[in-house]
Structure formats: C-alpha cells, structure tokens
C-alpha cells in the first residue's frame, strides 16, 4: 500500500476512506510504473526505427508516445488528489512495473509485437484496479481507467493490424 508522511495540511475527506485511497494510490502507481515503462519503450522506437515502414511506424510512434505522455501526468495527479506521492524515479518504476525493458534495437515488427504486448499488460494492469475502485466508489479513478483501457486497448489493436499478412 503506498505511504505518506503525516504533515501540517488539512485533512482530506472526499467520501473514501483513507486505506482504501492507499490501496487504490498503490494500484495507480502501478499504473504508472507500466505507462511510463511504456512510453519510454514507445520513444525509444521512434528513435530507431528503420526500414520499409520507418515513416509510418516513426509517425505512429511519436503519436502513441504523445498521448502517453500526456496520460503519466493524469495518472500521477490522480494519485497526488488521493493524497498519497506519485512515484517518480527509474528505481520506482522499474520495481513497479509489469512491463520489462527491450535491450537493444530490435526490427520493425519486432518492435510492433513489443509494443502490443505492453499496450496490452498496460489495459490489464489498469483493469486489475476496478474491483477496487467500484468497492470503493471511486468515480474519478473509474473514469481514469475506462479512458486509459481505452487507448491502450484501441492502440493495440491498430498495432496488431500492422502485423496481419
């Protein structure tokens, strides 16, 4: 469950308990851990890309790791609105994450399939949160998942078609 330290702020009260916030602000910060892993994945590919695909796929790329960008800001005020700290270091992540790095530069479709599978563990990883959420009537952090499964799920799926013969 994530932690935080005591201060002199005023005491939240949003209609959710403070353990269930915790367990709620951890979840998130695994949601995190495997967006940012996974943007990092994405603009590492858009730097190296090549081949027959390299301006499609370079395109794609930089707008898939945008959008993912945008989203670790959501994620970790999300977390910050629930009054717990944001993970933020490479060694969080790393410990937090699902998704493992890619050593190395692979091929084109090599990349893609890397992409899908942590688009993928990215959707499940937010999904693994709703029981939780729902229990604890967590509007916001609901609304948060369904947009972030969205994207994942679409992304991938348009990942996956580049793969079909």
């Known amino acids: 469950m994530a932690t935080r330290k005591q201060g002199k702020?005023?005491?939240?009260?949003?209609?959710?308990?403070?353990?269930?916030?915790?367990?709620?602000?951890?979840?998130?910060?695994?949601?995190?851990?495997?967006?940012?892993?996974?943007?990092?994945?994405?603009?590492?590919?858009?730097?190296?890309?090549?081949?027959?695909?390299?301006?499609?796929?370079?395109?794609?790329?930089?707008?898939?790791?945008?959008?993912?960008?945008?989203a670790l800001d959501l994620i970790a005020e999300r977390i910050r609105a629930l009054d717990f700290p944001a993970p933020g270091t490479y060694k969080e992540f790393i410990k937090l994450a699902t998704i493992k790095e890619i050593e190395g530069v692979p091929k084109a479709t090599d990349m893609i399939r890397h992409l899908v599978a942590a688009q993928e563990a990215t959707a499940r990883t937010a999904r693994k949160l709703f029981p939780m959420v729902e229990k604890a009537n967590d509007q916001p952090t609901a609304d948060l998942l369904t947009q972030r499964m969205e994207v994942h799920e679409k992304t991938a799926w348009m990942l996956r078609s580049l793969l079909e013969k």
């Open 9 to 70: 702020a005023a005491r939240i009260d949003i209609g959710i308990s403070e353990s269930d916030r915790g367990r709620i602000a951890s979840g998130l910060s695994a949601l995190l851990a495997d967006s940012y892993t996974l943007y990092l994945m994405t603009h590492n590919f858009h730097w190296n890309v090549k081949g027959p695909m390299f301006n499609t796929l370079h395109l794609m790329f930089m707008n898939q790791y945008t959008e993912q960008w945008t």
